[in-house]
Each structure stands twice: as C-alpha cells, then as structure tokens.
C-alpha cells in the first residue's frame, strides 16, 4: 500500500469512525421516557387514526402529537381487557406466561420487570394515575395511584413518595384527568434532575362509567354523532358462537347499545316507552357524547404535560408515548365494552414522538403487541431486551418505518374470561395484515363454572373488509386460506408456548370442534337459548337522564 492509498484508507476509517462515534452516542443517549396511557381509549376515537369520529375534532392535540412523530396503524392487544393488558406491558409477557389472565390477581414488585429494568438503566421512576393491578406499583422510586378503578370526581390517591416510604392515602377535589395531571407536573418540577426520567401517566378516562370534566358538559350537545351502519345491519359479522343457532342467542351474548337484551347486558341509556329504534338511537348518542367527552378531557391535559416539556427545553429530548391498555367497541356490531378479538376492541392507539430518531408525520402497518412495549422502551434507554420477555423492540421500525428481518406477521389473540361479567364468549385467533380468524371455544377456564356457549369460527378478509361484516367461514372458496390460518394459529400456540393440555376440558372443545362439530354447537345453543341466562350482580351503570 503506497502513502495516498494509506491516508486515504486512513481517512475513510477515521470518516467511519466518526460516523460509528455518532451513531453510538445516538444509541447510548438516555432520552427521558413518558408513556402516556388511557383506559379503554379506541383508536378510531382519536383524530391522526381517521374514521367517522375524525370530524368530530375529538382529540387536537394527540392529532398533533401523531404529525410530529409516528402512528402504528397495526397495534394489537394481546388480551384486550384493563388487568391483564396493563401487566402485560409490565411485563413483556404474553397473558398465560405471566398468570394475569383476568382482572384478579397479583404481581409482584420482582415481577414488575419494567420499572425496575428502568432503574438499573438509571432512569428515575414513576407511575400515576391508574394502576388496576391487585399489588401496589412497588418497583417505582415513585407513585401516587388510585384504588382499583378509581373515581372520576374527588378521587381518592394513594402515594408512596420514596421505595422506603409508607403509603399515604390523600383525598382530592377536582376532575380524575386533570388531577392526575397535576400530580405528574408536580412530580416532573420535583425530579432529580440529574437523571433520565421514566413516567408512567394513566388515565382513568375514558372508561365507564364516563364522567366528563364539568367544561365539556355542552361538548357536542347539539350534533348528531355519526352511527356505525353496524348498529343497525350487522349483516354476515358474528357466527353461531356469537349470535346462536338463527340468531337465538342475541339476548344473551356480548353487551350491547340496542335494548336487545333480556339478560341485563344493554347499555340502556334511553327514557322509558321508547321503540327499541328509538331507545337504541338516544343511548348511542348519550353514551357517544360522555365517552368522547372524557377522550377530550385526556387531550387538554396531554397538552399541559406538552407544554411543561417544551418549556422546560425537554421536549425534544423525550421519546413520548401514547396508548389505551386496549380500543372499546362504540357501537360497532351493537357492541359496547372491549373484550372481543374483533378490530375496535383488539386494536391499541400507538403514537410515538422522538425528533431525535423518529420521522415526523410517520406511519407503519408493522403488526406490533403489547409485548413489544416494555423491548421498546428498554431499547431506547439503552437496555437489552431480558429473555424472559417474550415481545420484540419495534425501535427500528419507529425509526426508519422498515419492519427487521423476522417481524412477525401474524399475531396471537385470546380472551380467557368467559361470559360475566359483560357477556362475551372466551376465544382465541390470529391477525395477520389480510386476514382474522377467531375461534370461540366457549367455555370457562375451569369446568362447570360456567355455561358453555356454542362453539364456532370466524373468518375475516381485513383489507376488503375491514369493518368485519362478513364471516368467510364455511365459504368454500376460503377453505384452503381457513385451513391455511388454522395452522399457522397451532404454530403461534406453540411459539408463545399457550396450550390447554392442563385444561382438558378446553383441550376436549378444541378437538371436537377444529374441524366440524356443527350439530352438536346447535344443540348447545338450543339449550341455551331454552335456558336463558342472568348475569352476575354487577356495579350499576347510570341511569339516564
Ligand atoms: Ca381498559
């Protein structure tokens, strides 16, 4: 090698370096983290996501939020019900792996592995607002929380101010959105300063029973909300599982807008002596109203925690994160409440701003999970993602909108609970970016608990039909593509290690009715249906005005 050529390998390297230098102080800066989180918060309730609240204006600033960095069109909850989803991103872990399957049960602080990751990667921590998990947030260097569901007005806290401190009980005055607000802005003035921080903000809102801030009482009183064509024609959604043999079972199965029900699972928010088309019509609207009303109360205060970080000169030196624990069905299918696989409910809003990385405007289809969110966030406090974590970093793809080589394409779904306390079947399926199949199994996690309700498939084609109103299965011309997804559901099983081999009384519904068992799911449904059923005793829901 003559001298030119040596300078210039040497100039290259030194180029190289440089650049490797860059990139490395990128990857190892510590950006403050604030995951900022709703209950119950559907996507298509938020502007940036489009659809038929969109013109509503229900959410300016989370809209603007999505301009300057990247929407996730494609977030999918694993287990879409509060506990569950919450411990979930706590964890890394899939529903049945980390044992919160339904609204009870604890964890642990040594099983709160994302607060304290965060800790050992130097970030202070904390989490305020709602929590819903059965043992205190006791891996956070900080929190001030409330109890279980909590309450929209006057809320009762519950903070515990140091690891070694005793938690104190406060009770407040003021609307749950804004109060929860302050407590962060408090604590954000209050931080160690010398260190990267890790906020975890919870909304209560916007979950029933949907009390808005007394400033929005008037919001959009004199519009009509649009309807879903869905409240009225479901046309071919649904299958035996879901509306019986001939329809039978409607007055049993899932809540509902419509005064449908004869169980006790309608919204009925309507005067008295109205038609069942009137009565569906004035509850839609009333339920509609307060949910977005409250949506509007969480976008106010997203802005105040905004305008606390551009005037404090962090801003742009915090990867900001917003989500629902999972979507909610607003009268799509007739449908309230979250809990079904179906696409309002399953799907979790996901903007993600970071100037420093992430494209303003940005958008990916990449099929993300709840269990890539805690990957994540480690990733971009410079943490590896520990093995026990079944997720995966999305941080590529939220950086250059590329998905990594062996991004999953299809993901895994199931609901354990089955039936109370809101009336939907337990089942299990797979999303892919084309297609949805779901199979209701129909029967509680332990035998003779429960009823069980009438097995049956569902089959979706998600970019003809993306409001799922025509069940493909038993199409003919489907049977290769069903037989296809019914596959590549045993091997995602496997992958995310579920199985029912220790219930066999699962196990027993899954076999007889994987491929046929017509007859007998119609005589279950005849039984039903001749039986009826009655809900639990359950908190009561307003009454309308
Ligand atoms: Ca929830």
Redesign the pocket.
């Known amino acids: 090698m003559d001298r030119r050529d040596f300078l210039k390998t040497l100039g290259l390297s030194a180029v190289a370096c440089g650049m490797f230098r860059t990139a490395a102080r990128a990857r190892s800066h510590k950006p403050n983290i604030l995951y900022i989180m709703a ?2 918060h559907a996507a298509h309730a938020i502007g940036a996501y489009g659809g038929r609240l969109a013109k509503l204006d229900p959410t300016p600033t989370l809209d603007k939020l999505a301009r300057e960095g990247m929407i996730l069109d494609n977030c999918l909850c694993a287990n879409a ?2 506990t569950p ?1 919450r411990v979930t991103i706590l964890t890394g872990q899939y529903s049945h792996i980390n044992g919160i399957t339904g609204l009870g049960g604890n964890v642990p602080g040594e099983q709160q592995y994302l607060p304290l990751l965060m800790r050992d990667a130097g970030y202070q921590t904390a989490v305020v607002g709602k929590w819903h998990i059965g043992t205190q947030p006791e891996a956070f260097d900080y929190y001030n929380v409330l109890h279980s569901q909590g309450k929209y007005h006057n809320p009762e806290m519950q903070e515990r101010k140091t690891p070694q401190g005793r938690e104190v009980t406060t009770p407040t005055e003021g609307y749950c959105s804004d109060i929860i607000t302050d407590i962060s802005l408090d604590w954000l003035e209050n931080r160690d300063k010398s260190k990267p921080f890790f906020l975890m903000h919870h909304f209560k809102a916007p ?1 029933k029973p949907w009390d808005n801030a007394e400033r929005y009482n008037d919001l959009w009183e004199d519009i009509d909300i649009p309807e879903p064509p869905s409240l009225w024609d479901n046309e071919n959604n649904g299958s035996i599982a879901t509306r019986g043999h001939n329809d039978e079972l409607i007055g049993i199965i899932g809540k509902s807008v419509s005064p449908r029900h004869h169980s006790g699972y309608s919204l009925r928010y309507h005067k008295d002596g109205l038609s069942a088309e009137e009565a569906t019509r004035e509850s839609y609207q009333r339920y509609l109203k307060k949910y977005l009303r409250c949506v509007r109360g969480i976008d106010d205060n997203v802005k105040r925690l905004l305008e606390y970080l551009k005037a404090e000169g962090q801003l742009d030196n915090t990867l900001i994160a917003y989500s ?3 979507g909610m069905m607003l009268g799509e299918h007739d449908y309230v409440d ?1 809990r079904w696989m179906y696409e309002e409910s399953i799907k979790m809003p996901l903007i993600v701003r970071y100037p420093r990385s992430i494209k303003p405007g940005s958008r990916s289809d990449a099929l993300i999970s709840n269990t890539d969110f805690a990957p994540t966030l480690l990733d971009f406090a410079g943490m590896a993602t520990p093995d026990y974590m079944q997720g995966r970093s999305f941080r590529t793809i939220a950086e250059t909108g590329r998905e990594p080589k062996n991004w999953r394409q299809s993901s895994y779904y199931r609901y354990w609970v089955h039936m109370p306390p809101d009336g939907q079947p337990a089942h299990f399926g797979i999303r892919t970016k084309n297609y949805k199949l779901i199979f209701f199994y129909g029967a509680p996690m332990e035998p003779g608990k429960q009823f069980r309700t009438p097995p049956g498939w569902e089959l979706y084609d998600m970019q003809n039909d993306p409001h799922e109103m025509n069940n493909l299965y038993g199409d003919p011309e489907y049977k290769t593509l069903a037989a296809k997804l019914k596959k590549e559901l045993l091997r995602l099983r496997e992958e995310v290690k579920d199985s029912d081999a220790d219930r066999p009384h699962i196990q027993a519904v899954i076999d007889k009715f994987w491929d046929g068992g017509e007859e007998e799911a119609i005589r279950i449904s005849h039984e039903l249906a001749a039986k009826g059923h009655t809900p639990p005793s359950r908190s009561k829901e307003p009454k309308a005005k």
């Open positions: 209950d119950d019900i509060c989803s979950h629902s624990d999972q979250k």
